[in-house]
C-alpha cells in the first residue's frame, strides 16, 4: 500500500520535488501549491508562504523575535489520520536567516493537554544551515516517552524557541513519514540522587516565606549546599559566596535553589536579584528563571508558566541580575502567582570551558508595590475586524478631564515649521546598526501633511559632505529646545508605508532643557528619572495591525532596561491610524484609533519633560533584508496634537 493511498489528503505535505522509492523513506508525490500552503495553520505571530527562489517549491516560514514559540501546524485534512505502517517521520529544514534556531517537531495524538499525550524532538540550526529532524513515535530527545499511537495521529506541528533580537526564517523542503527501525534504546542510566526533602510546612500555612531581608539562601549556614542541585555544574560555598562551574559539554548547565514541594511564598516581593561576578575569561550567557507548576491558564494563553531574565556577564565584571515577577527581560511575561514558586533557577546558554561564577546576595527584592502592573487589551485577532474612528477623535483626549490643547500642528502652508521642527536628530552622527541617513528633502508639508520619504539613494547624513555617506536616505523631525511637555496626552494621525526593512516610528526622548545647564547628552540622558517613550514604532515586515509600545530607561549601555508590548488593531476605511500617549505620574496608557490598548504602571515613569520625534528608520531592528525594489515609500502625518490639564498649566 503507497503512503499516498494510506493518507489520500494533504496529511504531511511533500515538499520535494521528486518522489523518493519507498524503502526507508516515504514520501508524498504532492506538489506544494498555492491552496496546500494556505492550508498551514501558523501560531504566534509565524507567517507561512510559498517559495520557489531554490529551484524548487518549499515552504518559506517566518518567526518573530520575542514570541513564545512561534510555527506552524501542517494540515492533516481530517480530526486524525492513520501512519501505523511507519516508525516515525522526519522533517528537512534550512535555516535561511541569520540568526540561530531551535526548533522542535511535535506529533500528538488526541487526549487532554495535561497528560502530554505527544513525542518532540528537536534540533539546533545555525544560519545558513540545513538539517533533518527525525522522529520516533513512543521517544522523545531521543528518550522513551509518551507511547503515541500511530493510528490516529492529530497533529504535527514545527515550532521554534522565540528567535532573540532578530526574526528568522526557514524553509521547509520535505516532510514525510519513515519506516527506518528506531535507535536501540539507551543504556539505563543511573538512578538520580534524591532531592533533599523539604522542611515540613508550617501548621495552618501552605507555603514557606523568607525572612523580611528576603534570603532566599543562607550562604555563610554549613549547610547552605543542602539548599541547591547541580546539574552540569558543581559548587562550592566559602565566606558567604557560592562559586560554581559550569559544564561547556551542555547546552543548559543549571543550578536550581531547591523550594518547599507546596511551594514558597513570595508575594511580598517585586521579584529575585542575586549579584554574579564572572571569574572566567568568556562572556557568559546568564538566566534567572523563577516558575509556577503548569496550569491550565498558562497553556490557555500559550505561555510556559515562569518569568526570566537574561543578563550576559564579561570577564572579570560583577553584575546584579534582578528579575521582576510578571516581566521576561524587562517585556510583559506570563502572570506570575509569586505566592506559589516552584522553581528557582539560574542556567547558562553553551557556556565556554572554564566558565565559573561567583553568586551572593540571593534573595527576594522591593515589594509588591514596585513591580510594574501592566496591562495589555489587544490581541493578534483584532487585526481582522475593521475599525470605524469614534467621531470625536482628534478633537480631544480619550479620557476625561479639564484638557487644554499646547499643540496643534497641522501642517499647513508649504514648509516645514522650523520654529517647532528640526529635519535632523540634536546631534550630527549616524544611528548605529541601521542603514539610512537623514536628508531635510526627505520631509516635504503640502496639502496639509507631512511626508517622510524613504528611498535607496546615496548621499551624506544631513547633506553636509563632511558627514559618513549611506546608500539609503529618509525623513526625521523633531522638537528639541522647541517644545517639550511633562505628562498630558499626545496623538498623532499617521498612514504608515508598506515595504519591508523599513521601521516608522512615533516617540520621544527626554530634554532637560538650556537652563539645566547640561551638554546635549545629558540633557537627553534617559537616566536619572527620564526615560524613552515609543508611542508607536512599526516593523513594515510585521503587515498591518501591529506595532511595538515601549519604554527604554538608565541610558542603553549595561544598565539598560525596557518595558515594551504589541499592540494589534483592524484596518479603517481610509487606512489612517490615530496613535496616543496618556503620560501621567507613575502611569502611562497607549491608545489606538482612540481606544484604550495597554497600560503600564510604574514608580520608574518618567518625571523629565520630553521632546517629540517622527521618523522612518531603515534596517536595524527592522531586518537587513531591506526590499529595495519597493522604494520609495512614504510615511504621511496628518497632524501632531498635545493636551494638559488646565491644573498642571498653573505649575
Not at 570577564?315 to 506570563?334: A, D
Amino acid at each position: 500500500m503507497s503512503f499516498l493511498s494510506r493518507l489520500s489528503l494533504p496529511a504531511l505535505l511533500a515538499f520535494a520535488a521528486l518522489a523518493l522509492p519507498l524503502t526507508s523513506v516515504a514520501q508524498l508525490a504532492l506538489p506544494v501549491t498555492p491552496e496546500a500552503v494556505a492550508a498551514i495553520r501558523p501560531e504566534k505571530n509565524a507567517v507561512a508562504s510559498l517559495d520557489t527562489s531554490a529551484g524548487q517549491p518549499a515552504v518559506r516560514v517566518e518567526l518573530p523575535a520575542d514570541s513564545g514559540y512561534p510555527g506552524v501546524n501542517f494540515p492533516l485534512g481530517g480530526t486524525t489520520v492513520d501512519l501505523s505502517a511507519f516508525t516515525g517521520i522526519e522533517l528537512e529544514v534550512s535555516n535561511i536567516s541569520e540568526t540561530r534556531v531551535r526548533l522542535h517537531l511535535r506529533v500528538d495524538n488526541p487526549g487532554d493537554w495535561k497528560t502530554s499525550p505527544w513525542n518532540t524532538e528537536r534540533i539546533m540550526l545555525a544560519p545558513g544551515e540545513t538539517k533533518t529532524l527525525r522522529l520516533f513515535f513512543g521517544l522523545s530527545q531521543g528518550q522513551p516517552a509518551y507511547k503515541l499511537d500511530p493510528k490516529l495521529i492529530s497533529a504535527v506541528k514545527l515550532f521554534a524557541d522565540a528567535p532573540k533580537q532578530t526574526n528568522a526564517t526557514l524553509l521547509v523542503k520535505r516532510l514525510a513519514a519513515i519506516t527506518t527501525p528506531p535507535p536501540a534504546p539507551p543504556a539505563a542510566a543511573k538512578p538520580a540522587a534524591p532531592r533533599p526533602a523539604a522542611a515540613p510546612l508550617p501548621e495552618g500555612n501552605s507555603q514557606f516565606s523568607p525572612p523580611i531581608s528576603g534570603e532566599l539562601v543562607d550562604l555563610k549556614s554549613p549547610d547552605a549546599l543542602s539548599k541547591l542541585k547541580f546539574n552540569n555544574s558543581t559548587g562550592t560555598v566559602a565566606d558567604g559566596k557560592l562559586t560554581v562551574a559550569f559544564a561547556a559539554t551542555s547546552s543548559y548547565p543549571n543550578l536550581y535553589i531547591l523550594v518547599p514541594k507546596d511551594g514558597l511564598d513570595l508575594s511580598a516581593f517585586a521579584g529575585i536579584e542575586l549579584t554574579a561576578t564572572n571569574t572566567g575569561t568568556a562572556a557568559a550567557v546568564t538566566h534567572l528563571r523563577v516558575e509556577n507548576r503548569p496550569n491550565a491558564r498558562a497553556d490557555e494563553l500559550g505561555q510556559k508558566p515562569w518569568n526570566t531574565e537574561k543578563l550576559t556577564i564579561k570577564p572579570g565584571e560583577s553584575v546584579p541580575l534582578r528579575l521582576t515577577f510578571g516581566q521576561n527581560n524587562g517585556s510583559p511575561g506570563y502572570d506570575l502567582h509569586a505566592g506559589r514558586v516552584s522553581a528557582i533557577q539560574l542556567f547558562l546558554v553553551s557556556p565556554k570551558p572554564g566558565t565559573t561564577l561567583v553568586l551572593s546576595d540571593i534573595k527576594g527584592w522591593g515589594s509588591a508595590g514596585d513591580r510594574a502592573l501592566n496591562t495589555v487589551l489587544t490581541k493578534p485577532a483584532d487585526r481582522s475586524i475593521p475599525v470605524t474612528p469614534p467621531a470625536w477623535l482628534g478633537q480631544r483626549p480619550p479620557v476625561e478631564g479639564d484638557w487644554v490643547q499646547t499643540l496643534n500642528e497641522n501642517f499647513d502652508g508649504e514648509k516645514l515649521n522650523d520654529q517647532l521642527w528640526t529635519p535632523s536628530f540634536p546631534w550630527d552622527g549616524l544611528q548605529p546598526g541601521q542603514l539610512q541617513r537623514y536628508s531635510a528633502e526627505n520631509v516635504t508639508v503640502a496639502n496639509g501633511h507631512a511626508r517622510f520619504k524613504a528611498e535607496h539613494r546615496r548621499g551624506h547624513h544631513n547633506d553636509d559632505p563632511a558627514r559618513p555617506a549611506r546608500d539609503f536616505t529618509s525623513g526625521i523631525i523633531q522638537s528639541y529646545d522647541k517644545f517639550t511637555q511633562l505628562y498630558g496626552y499626545m496623538e498623532s494621525r499617521i498612514k504608515l508605508p508598506t515595504t519591508r526593512g523599513l521601521w516608522p516610528a512615533f516617540w520621544t526622548m527626554p530634554d532637560r532643557g538650556a537652563a539645566s545647564g547640561l551638554n546635549i547628552w545629558q540633557r537627553r540622558s534617559t537616566s536619572n528619572g527620564a526615560m524613552e517613550i515609543d508611542i508607536m514604532e512599526h516593523l513594515c515586515e510585521w503587515g498591518p495591525g501591529r506595532h511595538n509600545a515601549a519604554v527604554h530607561w538608565d541610558d542603553y549601555g549595561v544598565n539598560h532596561k525596557a518595558w515594551g508590548t504589541g499592540i494589534f488593531y483592524g484596518p479603517t476605511p481610509d487606512g489612517w491610524h490615530v496613535f496616543g500617549l496618556l503620560w501621567e505620574p507613575g502611569k502611562l496608557t497607549w491608545f489606538i484609533d482612540g481606544k484604550k490598548a495597554a497600560e503600564w504602571e510604574n514608580e520608574r515613569v518618567s518625571t523629565v519633560p520630553a521632546y517629540i520625534k517622527l521618523n522612518i528608520q531603515i534596517g536595524g531592528w527592522a531586518t537587513k533584508n531591506v526590499d529595495v525594489a519597493s522604494l520609495p515609500d512614504y510615511m504621511t502625518v496628518d497632524y501632531v496634537r498635545t493636551w494638559q490639564l488646565r491644573e498642571r498649566l498653573k505649575n
